[in-house]
């Protein structure tokens, strides 16, 4: 048995290695490496050079308003230099409040990653039909039959060109994940990343003042270019709030590639999602969710887990039943 002990002690110092492992990726931007070109930090030098804002948009010393608390008020902020890192973290802090009661304020904020910028329109500032990655901060729920989640809610949607966001359905039929956070009137700092390396997309969010990140939605098989800009946006229409960003801090992700991804000219990717259906066949599904529910790594990490700790617990009490039995054995004999 003292070699069964080892075994057991082997595994349990394994799995204690792998899962600091995995805690270490969690999302740290201090660990990571700052591109001022693509940041947006007080007080906010680069606004007119590396930064420009269109609209209702007000740039003060400790934050910049995309809308104030005013009726069909839209507004935007864009980096002017692309950015051509293949793996990058964006963390954005903002801060979204106004005097309306529940559900008597709106719109929200969409945070961009698109090939054109500064072109306003009817997506929460910004022009519909969009390619690249959106991430809408929507704070109002426009679609009465979609009872089964909560607003404020968070949404991604990639977007080759072809795909209209749905006003009207908040977004379903083109979302690819999202969560419910209660990011409104807080009385503390709220943030957000945004994580794309090796064509998988993380979003956190730390919106309960409690300084860690929570996952919000994680996607595998996305594909993005190089070379398009970032950018923050905001609406109100019959209802307003306050639509304030403190500040985007983009890091770039020191990930190794192989030789066929380096050389693979990456300005010329087409925005997309693979092992999803097409936004087109999700219309007519009320969920609102057209993955095919791909395992994350944390869902395959547990369930290997699982499995194994389902075999050691099987071989012990084997063992321990086959010692019994022996024991039994010798007092017969």
């Known amino acids: 048995m003292s070699g069964f002990k080892t075994f057991l002690s082997s595994i349990f110092i394994f799995f204690l290695v792998d899962c600091c492992l995995v805690g270490c990726d969690i999302t740290d931007g201090n ?25 209702s948009t007000l740039v003060t010393s400790s934050y910049v308003r995309l809308t104030p608390d005013e009726r069909s008020k839209q507004g935007s902020i864009w980096n002017t230099v692309p950015c051509y ?3 990058w973290e964006m963390h954005v802090q903002f801060k979204v409040h106004g005097s309306g009661k529940k559900n008597l304020h709106g719109d929200g904020i969409a945070l ?51 795909v209209s966001y749905d006003h009207g359905k908040d977004g379903r039929s083109s979302e690819l994940g999202g969560c419910s956070a209660d990011i409104r009137n807080r009385d503390f700092d709220t943030y ?14 730390d919106v309960d003042d409690k300084n860690e990140w929570k996952e919000c939605i994680d996607i595998g098989g996305v594909r993005l270019p190089t070379g398009y800009f970032f950018g923050a946006s905001a609406a ?8 304030d960003v403190i500040s985007m801090k983009l890091y770039q992700l020191m990930v190794d590639h192989s030789p066929e991804e380096e050389n693979l000219d990456w300005t010329k990717i087409e925005p997309s999602v693979s092992l999803f259906k097409s936004p087109k066949d999700n219309i007519d599904d009320p969920t609102g969710n057209f993955r095919g529910t791909p395992l994350t790594g944390w869902k395959v990490f ?13 071989a012990v009490v084997g063992a321990v039943v086959f010692q019994k039995r022996q024991e039994r054995n010798k007092r017969f004999y």
């Open 112 to 162: 961009w990653y698109t090939k054109d910028r500064l072109h306003p329109g009817p997506v929460f500032g910004n022009q519909d039909q969009f390619h690249g990655l959106a991430i809408f901060l929507d704070t109002f729920r426009n679609d009465l039959h979609g009872m089964d989640r909560s607003f404020p809610y968070i949404s991604a949607m990639v977007n080759n060109g072809t």
């Open 85 to 87: 890192l293949k793996d």
């Open 192 to 205: 957000l990343a945004i994580r794309y390396s090796r064509g998988r997309l993380t979003v956190m969010v």
């Open 236 to 243: 109100t229409g019959d209802l307003s709030d306050n639509h």
């Open 302 to 314: 547990l369930l290997l887990l699982c499995a194994l700790l389902g075999i050691v617990v099987c």
């Open 31 to 55: 660990t990571e490496h700052l591109k001022r070109e693509h940041s947006l930090t007080k007080p906010y030098q680069g606004v007119g050079n590396q930064w420009d804002f269109w609209g």
